[in-house]
């Protein structure tokens, strides 16, 4: 069985400062984990992807995420946030064959001018 | 290109009537899928097609029936729609099997009273 833990369901923060998304899963093999973004009425944007290739993996607008096996996590990061990083975040986990993806619950991150 | 388009964009039903929702792509894709989203939740897939003229049950198929009768067309119908059935629903398109090359449209809203 496969889930993901979205530990927050709302993160604010001041632009210019850090951003820490956190999701936690749980999966019986080695999974595929994503991250993707939603901006309001629009489709999901695909931030980043790991596979096993590299435990830290860069994405668009300046995201980063780093896999941490031990912990079972893969939070989502950005050393500066911009007004338009305001949106929703997913994590998401998929096994290898893609015959079974979970979406997170979304975290909604809301940037402070 | 328009990318993945959906009609409509909102729609409101009453409890027992029947709709179409429409995906439709320009980018000659063998894969389609079907979401919903709800509040607290991730997305969950409802049905899916690997190519024309093919459908496959997602996670939660139930009260929902999908047509691919055109290859850039893929179709949602509810025959009696329910008020749990208020959703938004995305579509989304691929060209392989893997979820981070997957294409969303941006979403169609559903109340049912």
């Known amino acids: 069985a496969q889930s993901v833990t979205q530990l927050d369901s709302h993160v604010s923060v001041s632009e210019g400062t850090p951003v820490l998304l956190r999701c936690n899963y749980s999966?019986?093999?080695?999974?595929?984990l994503f991250w993707y973004v939603q901006h309001p009425n629009k489709g999901l944007q695909l931030l980043l992807k790991?596979?096993?290739?590299?435990?830290l993996v860069k994405g668009i607008n300046g995201f980063e995420a780093e896999f941490k096996k031990s912990e079972t996590s893969f939070h989502l990061t950005k050393p500066s946030a911009h007004m338009s990083d305001a949106a929703e975040y997913f994590c998401?986990?998929?096994?290898?064959?893609?015959?079974?993806?979970?979406f997170g619950i979304g975290t909604k991150l809301q940037v402070i001018p | 290109n328009a990318g993945v388009t959906q009609t409509p964009k909102f729609r409101v039903l009453k409890t027992g009537q029947s709709m179409t929702l429409l995906c439709a792509q320009d980018?000659?894709?063998?894969?389609m899928y079907w979401y919903r989203q709800d509040p607290g939740m991730g997305l969950r897939l409802i049905h899916y097609?690997?190519?024309?003229?093919?459908?496959a049950k997602g996670e939660v198929p139930d009260g929902y029936n999908v047509s691919r009768l055109k290859k850039q067309n893929f179709l949602l119908g509810l025959e009696s729609a329910a008020p749990s059935q208020t959703s938004v629903y995305f579509c989304?398109?691929?060209?392989?099997?893997?979820?981070?090359?997957?294409?969303f449209g941006p979403g169609t809203r559903l109340l049912v009273l």
């Open positions: 999966s019986s093999y080695s999974p595929s």
């Open positions: 097609s690997v190519g024309e003229g093919t459908t």
């Open positions: 790991y596979t096993s290739a590299a435990t």
């Open positions: 998401v986990v998929s096994d290898w064959g893609y015959q079974k993806v979970t």
């Open positions: 980018m000659n894709h063998e894969y």
């Open positions: 989304a398109s691929a060209r392989d099997q893997g979820l981070e090359t997957q294409y």
